[in-house]
């Protein structure tokens, strides 16, 4: 037998500890970004090998995430929390088994799937136990410790001898660590996640210039967020790990200092104007990266490496934002979930195309992948705007941060409660529509 939905008290303490758990569970990806890439340089392994690996666990990632809300129907949210964590585990400490590119593309998609799912049962878990009037509140709040997590990750391995198997035990301790919290929690199971994803087509009949801008997201952080630690050997004076790690708290540190501020100037003024404008200023960034990397002091590189987080991984939320003005009545939480989507799949080649660069130009080829990239997507935005009139700020929904980490936590959004009660029938009705941008 169930035990009764706790109320109060009791309510924010469950929740708090989902979020401490998925936490510590970015905690580990975060570490895994530096370690694995590090690991596969000391063996020998050049840009395409490990932008292969990288895009292996995409591919992972996204197929965990359409296949999560299945497996949670069928054994539940503690089980598979459970499961994903244990499989994402085995996997960390099974990569130091072996250096063959088969294997480790083999064990980053298991990772990326487990990830993946850890991530849609226990967001779901949230979105269920999370009061209804804290629920923005309790999203920012989950987002910033997500955030926080992916930056202490690398700093946890930086002391790690690169191609040793301390670090892939940290982050498989920390995987199991992410199991704690979950066990400390008195909620009876949640109801499984019900949010349909859209398809990227039906998206881009109202809103194609949030599928570009989503595309692009996914493809250039997922290159650079993965493939940065090969970038920074150019210039790492000391430990590269511990360069990496300050790297990487750079760039998250950019996103969360801007996200706000972007969302707020974009329900003001035409979304796709400050998508563009993010775009420039991440796409500048990107260049001076790319052509002074290697120059520049430390100090310079870590405020290029700020300013360009704060303009390429905030304006997917802006993105997101945009495609829900555009959606027909009750169809935004469908819509934010096909364009998480379309994301996830931008991250699996966003990898392979930097590598192919990288392999040519070197590891600066990151960052003019990078650059070239977001240069292409100001200019995509700004002739889309000239086709087409902006949404009147009276019928703008208000800018709500969003992850790019599951469908389940779209459930916390106020569009999640404003589409409750969209029926199949109202649903027919969208064919006919024409809110094309």
């Known amino acids: 037998m169930q035990t009764p939905t ?16 998925l936490a510590i569970l970015q905690t580990a990806t975060g570490a895994l970004s530096v370690v694995g890439p590090l690991t596969l340089v000391s063996q020998g392994a050049g840009p395409l090998k490990i932008g292969a690996i990288v895009s292996s666990y995409a591919l992972g990632f996204l197929l965990g995430a359409r296949l999560a809300p299945r497996e949670i129907m069928q054994v539940g949210h503690i089980r598979s929390i459970a499961g994903f964590a244990a499989a994402a585990s085995l996997g960390a400490a099974a990569l130091y088994v072996s250096g063959a590119m088969a294997w480790w593309m083999l ?3 298991i990772i990326g799937v487990s990830v993946a799912g850890f991530l849609a049962s226990g967001e779901s878990w949230i979105a269920d136990a999370a009061p209804s009037q804290h629920r923005g509140a309790i999203l920012g709040f989950y987002l910033v410790t997500s955030k926080l997590g992916f930056m202490v990750g ?33 909620r009876a199971e949640p109801a499984a996640p019900t949010t349909t994803p ?10 194609p210039s949030a599928i570009i801008a989503a595309a692009i997201s996914g493809m250039v952080s997922g290159a650079v967020l993965q493939l940065y630690a090969v970038y920074v050997q150019g210039f790492a004076a000391e430990s590269v790990p511990r360069t990496a790690a300050l790297f990487n708290a750079a760039m998250i540190g950019g996103s969360v200092i801007a996200t706000w501020p972007a969302g707020i100037l974009s329900d003001r003024i035409d979304r796709r104007l400050v998508i563009a404008g993010l775009a420039l200023a991440a796409g500048a960034a990107a260049l001076v990266l790319a052509l002074f990397g290697g120059l520049m002091p430390r100090l310079g590189i870590f405020v290029t490496a700020t300013l360009w987080g704060a303009g390429a991984l905030s304006y997917y ?8 003005d555009r959606a027909p009545e009750g169809q935004a939480t469908g819509t934010m979930s096909g364009i998480l989507m379309v994301w996830a799949l931008g991250s699996m080649i966003g990898p392979l195309i930097a590598s192919t ?3 040519v130009a070197g590891p600066s080829g990151l960052f003019y992948f990078a650059a ?66």
Request: aromatic letters at 8%.
């Open 6 to 21: 706790p109320s109060g008290t009791d309510s924010y303490r469950n929740v708090a500890a989902i979020v401490i758990a």
């Open 357 to 359: 660069v990288m392999s």
């Open 372 to 437: 070239i990239t977001l240069f292409a997507l100001t200019g995509s935005m700004l002739i889309r705007r000239t086709g087409t009139a902006p949404v009147r700020e009276e019928d703008k929904s208000d800018f709500e941060p969003t992850a790019t980490t599951s469908v389940s936590v779209i459930e916390l959004t106020d569009h999640a409660e404003e589409d409750a009660g969209w029926s199949d029938s109202q649903d027919a009705e969208f064919e006919d529509l024409d809110w094309r941008d």
């Open 198 to 207: 859209f398809s990227p087509l039906r998206i881009w009949h109202f809103a």
């Open 107 to 109: 064990i980053q998609f």
């Open 317 to 324: 939320g802006v993105a997101v934002a945009h495609a829900a």
């Open 154 to 186: 690398p700093f946890l391995v930086a002391g790690a001898p690169s191609g040793t198997a301390t670090g892939f035990l940290i982050i498989a301790a920390l995987l199991t660590a992410s199991l704690i919290p979950v066990c400390a929690t008195r």
